[in-house]
Structures are given as structure tokens and as C-alpha cells.
């Protein structure tokens, strides 16, 4: 077999012409075209290189451009999220990034801001089912604000970057129950303790635990104790309080 091969017809990679091959790797049709072939793909494979090399340092440069960069308007941080403008605002307007207002018409985010962000924000989990059906049951604000203790604006401020679903009855505005409870769950809020009935002040509570301001602010935000405004006068719940410090002890 070894002497009997048979040739094989191929093209010249090189001039194009025709001829006889005898062994299946050959690609060109003689010396000289082995050499040109050779010479030229040596070329090609330079330039692509160097276009590489150009295409990665333009890269580079846009990146640190941005990177130099302090801040970002609306549109651009959107791009750098992946996510549509409308999501920014909303997590600029829910306070959930640090926006800067620098006029009517411009916000800025400073990229420490976007840095803040993705360091706190909640890692991703599946909704529970509940979330998911349909709303059936509905709250008013009042009610909302009554039973998680929170004003009026930074209730609007939830509902819109949350996306709970609302609708008018009448004059009445009624918000998704489960997606509020939802919420407040996923803040910490525990729903298992029905009766609030007890709340103290901040001062209360200092005395009762003889803690400093700041001690006693760490511990109520750290621990989520649940809040309600009445009357101008902020009130914790003595329930949460006590069963973070019994846990404690
Ligand atoms: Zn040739």
C-alpha cells in the first residue's frame, strides 16, 4: 500500500490551479506556492493580532473612561444595571441608590452610590407562591400605615418601587395585601406577633435597658424592631424589644 497511493485532485491554496496531491495534508501545488501560501498566512495572522490588540486597548480606554468617572446620569447607570431607566428612578426615588438632584431636569448617581447598592441588595430568591396569585384581598393606606407604623410618603415610595399593585375604589385607594405583608416580611417584620399593643418611646426604652443614644438606635434598626408614628412622637414595639433581649440572654 505504502508505494501504490493513490493522488489525490486538490486546488492550490495558493495560484488556484488544480493538481495532484499525494498526501492529504499538502495544500498547495508546489514549493513555490508553499512558500507564498506560507508567507501570506504568516501576514494575516500579524494583522490580526495587531487588530486585536487595538480592538482590546479601545476597550480598555472605554472602560477607563467610566471607570474615571464619578458619576453617572440615569440613562448610563441603567445601561450599567441592565436594567430600564423607569428602575432607576424608582430605586433613586425609594432612596435605595444615593441619587444627587443637580438641577430641574439632571440627576446624577455617584458610582459609590452603585457600589452601596449592589454591596446591601438583597440576594436573589424565589418569590413565595403566595406572591404570585392573583390579589384578592386589599388594604387602604390608612391601614398600612397603621399597621407597620410608617408614614404616608415613604409608603408611596414602597408601593412604587416595589410595583405593588393598586386601584381606586371610589375615592379610596387600595393597595395588595399580600404584596404588602410580603414586603414587610422580607424587612424583617414578624407577622406571627399579632398584638402590638404595647409600644415604647426611645427614652422608655433607654431607661429600661440602660443603653446610650447610639447603642440604643444601633440595636432598634439593627434588630428591626417595628416602629409606629403617632401624635409627632415615634413609638418601638416593647414585644420586639424584649424578645430580641430575652433571646440574648
Ligand atoms: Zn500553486
Given at each position: 500500500m505504502t508505494k501504490a497511493k493513490q493522488s489525490i485532485r486538490k486546488i492550490c491554496e495558493y495560484c488556484g490551479k488544480e493538481f495532484d496531491a499525494w498526501k492529504i495534508t499538502t495544500r498547495c501545488c508546489s514549493d513555490y506556492c508553499n512558500k507564498r501560501a506560507y508567507k501570506q498566512a504568516k501576514r494575516k495572522k500579524i494583522i490580526e493580532t495587531a487588530e486585536t490588540i487595538t480592538a482590546n486597548k479601545r476597550t480598555e480606554k472605554v472602560k477607563t473612561d467610566m471607570s474615571n468617572r464619578k458619576g453617572f446620569s440615569i440613562a448610563e447607570v441603567a445601561v450599567l444595571l441592565g436594567c430600564c431607566k423607569q428602575t432607576i428612578y424608582n430605586l433613586a426615588h425609594s432612596e435605595k441608590i444615593k441619587a444627587i438632584r443637580i438641577s430641574r431636569r439632571m440627576t446624577i448617581i455617584p458610582q459609590k452610590s452603585i457600589d452601596e447598592f449592589l454591596e446591601v441588595n438583597t440576594p436573589y430568591e424565589i418569590l413565595p407562591a403566595q406572591e404570585r396569585k392573583p390579589v384578592s384581598d386589599w388594604y387602604t393606606l390608612l391601614e398600612i400605615t397603621e399597621k407597620y407604623g410608617i408614614k404616608y410618603r415613604r409608603l408611596r415610595d414602597i408601593i412604587n418601587s416595589e410595583n405593588i399593585p393598586e386601584k381606586k375604589d371610589g375615592k379610596i385607594t387600595l393597595i395588595a395585601k399580600n404584596r404588602i405583608d410580603t414586603y414587610f416580611r422580607k424587612q424583617?417584620?414578624?407577622?406571627?406577633?399579632?398584638?402590638?399593643?404595647e409600644w415604647v418611646t426611645l427614652p422608655e426604652f433607654r431607661e429600661q435597658y440602660s443603653m446610650t443614644e447610639p447603642a440604643a438606635y444601633s440595636f432598634l434598626s439593627e434588630n428591626r424592631i417595628p416602629k409606629k408614628q403617632r401624635n409627632g412622637r415615634r413609638y418601638y414595639s416593647k414585644l420586639h424589644i424584649d424578645k430580641v433581649k430575652n433571646k440574648g440572654q
Open positions: 424583617g417584620y414578624d407577622e406571627t406577633i399579632q398584638n402590638l399593643s
